[in-house]
């Protein structure tokens, strides 16, 4: 029998315990006054009624969760329209057939009572039998919210998780001894300790959906002091959407507690000019560059063409967008932004509407060595894309760049600065919008900071610090995408989008951190700036101005065009001699 049918067959006896209960009671329980026929014909229109009011009443189906009060609310009209109706039978006809008036007054309470007692010991049976197993993990969810109390009830019935929640902390202090789903609220952040105790706790999964690096980094002390795992969720859209399972749950990452910061993609503004279109990314195998054609690709462009000039990092980007990684697609061209011609060519056939040029050379001390390769890829690089772009009539360019190029004084900022005002003097010549965005460090991009501190732990290290003041802005490489996907909606040409970083990270604390994160003994060295390298960067230079009139965390700010004719005069910072950079010597 279904569960919907055996619901019914008990709602039914909990009529019949009702009005024989109901009538026993009138009688003081001298059974051998009861008349039983009449009674029959009672429980039967009872019984009757409530399935057909119940099933109008859509209390049978699978619209309520068994045992909530939704699905007792909705039962108790559906009980007491049918007593009501019964009870009017009774009323008219009752004393010709000698069933006492009372007795529906009576059954109604019996009866509700008798099935809303029955759905709540199925709801306990049903959790008690998917409640994980003896042995699972103790943990505390730090966050009662919407996220937590779904933590909660996922964790309560997924055996297979092996996690009993055992507790939640919140620091609202009204939440204070509530309860979800039987799990009490048992105190703010600052009882963490008390409450490991008391529990016997070993991980702490924080439930927040909007939380920020500050706060993880808050909440990971605690946790550490109070000796917790910390983890943390998948992102709050794949999990409302189901795509993600409580088994994704993984341990904080330096990457969270130093860049996170959640940020609210307005998703028409984006579309707008992305979808239908065709697009194209240079340097589609990097770091920013990939992860802007996954952002990308989900705006559902005409074609999304991904440009680089190596083909290793094309075919990751390919993998990861598609799932293979054949390199046998119009998908991928493989071509140098330093070649003018073939880019030209590459245009000319494939005729993009929207352009991300992500392409660049970026490691400031290496460019320090090296500046004529930062000057071909960076500046000529940049100037042969965007007059491809001008000869295709592109409709929207977006240059990425970096903090480095305000107030520059590294090869990297200066080529980079240079790049920003050709994109500037590019939106003079064109209808389009052509414009920069400008940040400051992705954390996790290959050969950057983080990935460097982690191999030099796996190796016995020591880190290499290179001054113990240095700050630098650091966002994920995910968040830093979607704010340039969106800087390219509201940018005005020739400007520069300066993207809000939050506060500078102390490079040492990274240190620190990563050091403890891997629960080794670690030295640090410190060696000393960089030529070229600054204390602290800033995003916004001396001569410019940053408004932000659109988006609460991008500010927009003028450049000063640069015609390539006058490019001659830009490349002091390129030759050896007057430069600011040294000369290639032998490896030290
Ligand atoms: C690798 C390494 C780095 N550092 C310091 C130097 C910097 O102050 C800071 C960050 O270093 P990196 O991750 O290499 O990033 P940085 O030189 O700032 O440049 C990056 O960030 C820029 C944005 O500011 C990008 O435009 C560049 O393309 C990118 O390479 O950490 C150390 O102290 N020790 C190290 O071993």
Same mark, same amino acid.
Request: a negative charge.
């Given at each position: 029998m279904g569960?919907?049918a055996v619901?019914?067959v008990?709602?039914?006896v909990?009529w019949?315990i009702?009005?024989?209960g109901?009538?026993a009671?009138r009688y003081d329980?001298q059974?051998?006054?009861?008349h039983?026929?009449?009674?029959v014909a009672?429980?039967l229109?009872?019984a009757l009624l409530?399935a057909?009011i119940?099933?109008?009443?859509?209390? =049978?189906?699978t619209?309520h969760?068994i045992?909530?009060l939704a699905? %007792?609310n909705?039962?108790?009209?559906?009980?007491l329209?049918?007593?009501?109706?019964?009870?009017a039978?009774v009323?008219?006809?009752?004393q010709?057939?000698m069933?006492?008036?009372s007795?529906i *007054?009576?059954?109604?309470?019996?009866?509700?009572?008798i099935?809303g007692?029955?759905r709540?010991?199925?709801?306990r049976?049903?959790e008690?039998a998917t409640r994980?197993?003896?042995?699972?993990?103790?943990?505390?969810v730090y966050?009662?919210?919407?996220?937590?109390?779904?933590?909660?009830?996922r964790?309560l019935?997924?055996p297979?998780?092996?996690?009993m929640?055992v507790g939640l902390i919140?620091?609202?202090?009204?939440r204070?001894?509530?309860? %979800?789903?039987g799990?009490?609220v048992l105190g703010?952040?600052a009882d963490l300790?008390?409450v490991t105790r008391r529990?016997?706790a070993t991980?702490?999964v924080?439930?927040?959906?909007r939380?920020?690096a500050i706060?993880?980094?808050?909440?990971?002390?605690?946790?550490r002091?109070?000796?917790?795992?910390v983890k943390?969720l998948p992102?709050l859209?794949?999990i409302?959407?189901?795509k993600s399972?409580?088994?994704d749950l993984?341990d904080?990452?330096?990457?969270?507690l130093?860049?996170?910061?959640?940020?609210?993609t307005?998703?028409?503004?984006?579309?707008?000019?992305v979808e239908?279109?065709r697009?194209l990314?240079?340097?589609?195998?990097?770091s920013?560059?990939?992860?802007?054609c996954r952002q990308?690709?989900?705006?559902?462009?005409a074609?999304?063409?991904?440009l680089?000039h190596?083909?290793?990092?094309?075919?990751a980007?390919?993998i990861?967008?598609?799932?293979?990684?054949l390199l046998?697609g119009?998908?991928?061209?493989?071509a140098?932004?330093r070649d003018a011609?073939?880019?030209?060519?590459?245009?000319?056939?494939r005729r993009?509407?929207?352009?991300?040029?992500?392409?660049?050379?970026k490691?400031l001390?290496v460019l320090?060595r090296?500046?004529?390769e930062?000057?071909?890829t960076? %500046?000529v690089?940049?100037? /042969?894309v965007?007059?491809?772009?001008?000869a295709?009539?592109?409709g929207v360019?977006?240059?990425?760049?970096?903090?480095k190029a305000?107030n520059?004084?590294?090869v990297?900022?200066m080529?980079?600065?240079?790049?920003?005002?050709?994109?500037a003097?590019?939106? *003079?010549q064109?209808?389009?919008?052509y414009?920069?965005?400008?940040f400051? /460090?992705?954390?996790?991009?290959?050969?950057?900071?983080?990935?460097?501190?982690?191999?030099?732990?796996?190796?016995g290290?020591?880190?290499?610090?290179?001054?113990?003041?240095?700050?630098? =802005?650091f966002m994920t490489?995910?968040?830093?995408c979607?704010?340039v996907?969106q800087?390219?909606a509201i940018? /005005?040409p020739?400007?520069? *989008?300066?993207?809000?970083?939050?506060?500078?990270v102390r490079?040492l604390?990274?240190? /620190?951190r990563?050091i403890?994160?891997?629960g080794?003994?670690i030295?640090?060295v410190?060696?000393?700036l960089?030529?070229?390298?600054?204390v602290h960067?800033?995003l916004?230079?001396s001569?410019?101005?940053?408004?932000?009139p659109v988006?609460?965390?991008?500010?927009?700010?003028?450049v000063?065009?640069?015609?390539p004719?006058d490019l001659e005069l830009?490349r002091?910072w390129c030759?050896?001699?007057?430069?600011?950079?040294?000369p290639?010597?032998?490896a030290?």
């Open positions: 569960r919907i619901r019914h008990l709602d039914s909990a019949a009702g009005i024989f109901a009538v009671f329980f059974l051998d006054q009861i039983v026929d009449p009674l009672v429980w229109l009872a409530q057909v119940g099933r109008l009443g859509h209390a =049978y189906g619209r969760r045992g909530t699905e %007792v909705s039962i108790f009209w559906v009980t329209t049918t007593g009501l109706v019964v009870g039978v009323v008219l006809v009752g010709s057939v069933v006492p008036r007795s *007054l009576i059954a109604f309470p019996i009866a509700f009572v099935m007692g029955v709540y010991l199925d709801r049976f049903t008690l994980p197993p003896e042995g699972s993990a103790r943990v505390l966050g009662a919210g919407y996220l937590g109390s779904t933590l909660v009830r964790m019935t997924d297979s998780a092996n996690l929640p919140d620091d609202a202090p009204e204070r001894n509530t309860w %979800v789903d799990v009490r703010t952040g300790e008390a529990t016997g991980e702490l924080v439930a927040i959906a939380a920020d706060l993880l980094r808050q909440i990971s002390d605690g946790a002091l109070a000796g917790l795992n943390v992102p859209e794949e409302l959407s189901g399972r409580l088994r993984r904080v990452s330096i990457e969270d130093v860049g996170r910061r959640p940020i609210d307005q998703f028409e503004l984006v579309a707008g000019y239908g279109k697009v990314v240079t340097g589609a195998g990097g920013i560059g990939s992860e802007l990308l690709f989900q705006f559902s462009p074609e999304l063409i991904m680089d190596d083909e290793t990092g094309l075919q980007t390919q990861s967008l598609t799932g293979q990684g046998d119009d998908d991928v061209v493989l140098s932004i011609a073939t880019i030209r060519e590459v245009f000319e056939q993009p509407e929207v352009v991300f040029h992500a392409a660049a050379l490691h001390p320090e090296y500046p004529e930062a000057w071909q960076n %500046v690089g940049t100037l /042969n965007l007059e491809a772009a001008l295709v009539d592109v360019f977006v240059t990425i760049s970096t903090d305000a520059p004084i590294s990297l900022g080529s980079k600065r240079a790049a920003e005002r050709l994109t003097w590019a939106a *003079l064109s209808e389009g919008r414009l920069s965005v400008r400051g /460090n992705v954390l996790g991009s290959r050969g950057s900071l983080v990935p460097t501190f982690a191999s030099l732990i796996d190796s290290g020591p880190l290499t610090v290179t001054h113990a003041e240095a700050t630098r =802005y490489i995910p968040e830093s979607q704010l996907i800087a390219g940018g /005005n020739g400007e520069v *989008l300066i993207l809000d970083m939050g506060e500078p490079i604390d990274i240190a /620190n990563m403890e994160m891997s080794r003994d030295a640090i410190f060696t000393g960089r030529h070229g390298e600054k960067e800033e916004v230079g001569d410019e101005v940053g408004r932000r988006h609460p965390l991008i500010s927009h700010a003028c000063d065009p640069l015609d004719g830009e002091t030759r050896p001699t007057g430069s600011t950079s040294r290639p010597t032998s030290r």
